[in-house]
């Protein structure tokens, strides 16, 4: 009989071994990506779950590999990000600026905006980097520019893409010093040229929009 | 040979500088389409627009507005090609004879095309045109190979110039019988 009732605890704890292994699985298998793919976030570092903290109670230092890979996921993220935006509101600005220059400029920002994307969708793809497709939810700036019309579209257009654009580039020109990415400074190199064009072209329009 | 008939023959493979000027004119508007339709041809491929390779050459003179300045910058640009790529074209029509073998002159011009990328990316993109290298820097290969279809059209020079030579195939007829056609 003790025989018996030990076999009868043991099965118990199996199965219940089971169930708990099976749970945690579903449960991190929610929040984790797919095995081999780095998601890129907008944040570079994203902090873990109070859960995955609680499941890993060693800390793990990331090797200089890893970190130098977190950061360039960040890095193709955040060109993405900004890539999407620009497409967006260029292809906005071809239907609603008022004058052939302004339009021009957008037509502009979309092949030059898509034709970087490209670039960091192949980086990504090569560095096995995950990238999100662009917010659904409309900024401030969207808002305005989508109840904006004639001169005032232009001139929120322009400015916007202004101050867009040397954010973006002083943000790079830091991850560019930063970078140990051979890939990723020459993806920089290529892309801060155009990013200057777009900014010295936002700020020629400005002027001529104010003359 | 005597004396007289070598300097006959040598007089009959002068061509007059004014027909090989128009050569060096027909066989620059040749290297200048070959050149700049190649360029368009993958500028479009590639995402980048058909008209940007113009727009591009136009910033010469209109600088980073050639980029929304619309038809007058790519005029300008086209013509940037067009002149330059014409005064090549002559210079090297006025180094040419009839006689001149196509596949040395095919050499002589691919040689030309890659002096003109290498001064294109030491001098004149960075220093007078950088609205134009930064777009070269997403193409750099193809620009590469574009330079070696301007030398191939520069190659095709003496055809231009024996076109031009203004010699018709009687007259050749005449003055050299062994090129009569067998009746």
């Known amino acids: 009989m003790g025989k018996q009732k030990i076999l009868k605890v043991s099965r118990h704890l199996f199965v219940a071994a089971l169930v708990g292994a099976a749970l945690t699985g579903c449960s991190t298998s929610r929040e984790q990506p797919p095995a081999n793919t780095n998601t890129a976030a907008a944040q570079p570092a994203p902090q873990p779950t109070t859960q995955e903290a609680k499941a890993k109670p060693a800390v793990r230092v990331p090797s200089p590999e890893a970190s130098s890979k977190k950061t360039n996921a960040a890095i193709l993220a955040q060109i993405h990000q900004a890539d999407l935006k620009e497409i967006a509101v260029g292809k906005m600005a071809e239907e609603k600026a008022s004058t052939d220059e302004v339009r021009a400029y957008a037509d502009q920002l979309v092949k030059d905006h898509t034709n970087a994307d490209q670039m960091v969708l192949a980086m990504a793809q090569k560095t096995g980097t995950h990238l999100r497709s662009a917010s659904t939810v409309p900024s401030k700036t969207d808002r305005k520019l989508s109840s904006a019309s004639g001169a005032q579209f232009d001139r929120i257009f322009l400015e916007q893409t202004s101050a867009d654009h040397k954010k973006l580039m002083s943000e790079l020109q830091q991850e560019r010093e930063d970078a140990s990415d051979d890939d990723i400074e020459a993806l920089i190199d290529k892309i801060m040229p155009i990013l200057q064009q777009h900014y010295d072209l936002a700020q020629i329009l400005m002027k001529k929009e104010q003359a | ?183």
């Open chain 2, 1 to 183: 040979m005597d004396e007289q008939s070598l300097a006959a023959s040598v007089d009959t493979d002068r061509v007059p500088w004014g027909r090989r000027f128009a050569a060096g004119i027909a066989d620059g508007i040749l290297s200048a389409i070959l050149m700049m339709g190649f360029m368009m041809a993958y500028s479009s491929a590639t995402g980048a627009g058909v008209t940007m390779p113009l727009k591009a050459l136009g910033a010469l003179v209109y600088g980073v507005e050639a980029l929304v300045a619309g038809s007058m910058a790519m005029l300008a640009g086209a013509g940037i090609q067009l002149g330059f790529s014409i005064v090549l074209g002559i210079l090297f029509a006025l180094c040419m004879s009839r006689r001149t073998s196509i596949v040395a002159a095919l050499f002589a011009g691919i040689a030309v095309g890659i002096v003109v990328w290498v001064t294109m990316e030491l001098v004149v993109l960075p220093y007078m045109d950088p609205t134009m290298a930064a777009r070269i820097a997403l193409m750099p290969m193809a620009y590469f190979v574009a330079h070696l279809l301007y030398g191939i059209g520069l190659g095709m020079t003496p055809i231009f110039v024996r076109g031009f030579s203004g010699k018709r195939r009687d007259e050749r007829r005449v003055e050299h019988p062994a090129e009569a056609l067998p009746t």
